[in-house]
């Protein structure tokens, strides 16, 4: 089955700076991954996705790279605000099933 | 549309207690996950529905059951509680690959 790592598990930066999470993945039949942020002791909440025909999307200030060759995706986080503070998984799905990364937890101090 | 309900929110469980976890979705997905989310951890699938009557194992489905006898609702079952399933469990449906989660259950089992 399909394994996602996710790096680094924590994340601390400065508000206003740009934070950034990769994710790889293990089977090259994946094409979509999507991204959920999850706030404490809420439920995740889709944020932003890709397909594997896209290399690149951005909604406002977040932006979803892929990289199908080498099978890695990252998440960047420009201006980075307080309430971007919260867990960031990364998944992978190849039909129907997500494989979700373990997690990064982003502490922005402000 | 209420989205994806869960009930209870929390649950206390002696060991060898059995219970079941409710979850309903009104936006007619026919795919229905359930995941439980140990702490600090991601997402681990437990069980899934592609729809009405159609259920399979997903990556840690020793200890649970699950049944879907109607498109809306996808309840887990645990017949014989133990301490390693404590754990938030969180039901989700999917439409065109997004998917869409329940506030979650919150099981202690002692």
């Known amino acids: 089955g399909e394994n996602v790592e996710q790096h680094p598990s924590t994340l601390s930066v400065q508000e206003g700076d740009s934070a950034v999470i990769k994710c790889t993945y293990s089977d090259s039949a994946s094409n979509y991954f999507p991204w959920y942020k999850q706030e404490l002791g809420k439920r995740p909440q889709l944020i932003i996705d890709i397909r594997s025909n896209v290399g690149e999307k951005k909604d406002q200030r977040i932006a979803v790279t892929l990289n199908k060759t080498a099978k890695h995706f990252s998440l960047h986080i420009t201006e980075t605000q307080p309430e971007d503070s919260a867990v960031y998984f990364c998944?992978?799905?190849?039909?129907?099933?997500?494989?979700f990364g373990a997690g990064t937890t982003v502490t922005v101090r402000a | 549309n209420a989205g994806v309900t869960q009930t209870p929110k929390f649950r206390i469980l002696k060991i060898g207690q059995s219970m079941t976890l409710q979850c309903t979705q009104d936006m007619n997905h026919n795919y229905m996950y359930w995941y439980r989310q140990d702490p600090g951890m991601g997402l681990k699938l437990i069980y899934y529905?592609?729809?009405?009557?159609?259920?399979d194992k997903g990556e840690v489905p020793n200890g649970y059951n699950v049944s879907r006898s109607t498109t809306e609702d996808f309840p887990l079952r645990l017949e014989l509680a133990a301490p390693s399933q404590t754990s938030v469990y969180f039901c989700a449906s999917m439409t065109q690959e997004t998917q869409y989660f329940g506030p979650g259950t919150r099981l202690l089992v002692l």
């Open positions: 529905s592609v729809g009405a009557g159609i259920t």
């Open positions: 998944a992978a799905s190849d039909d129907y099933k997500l494989s």
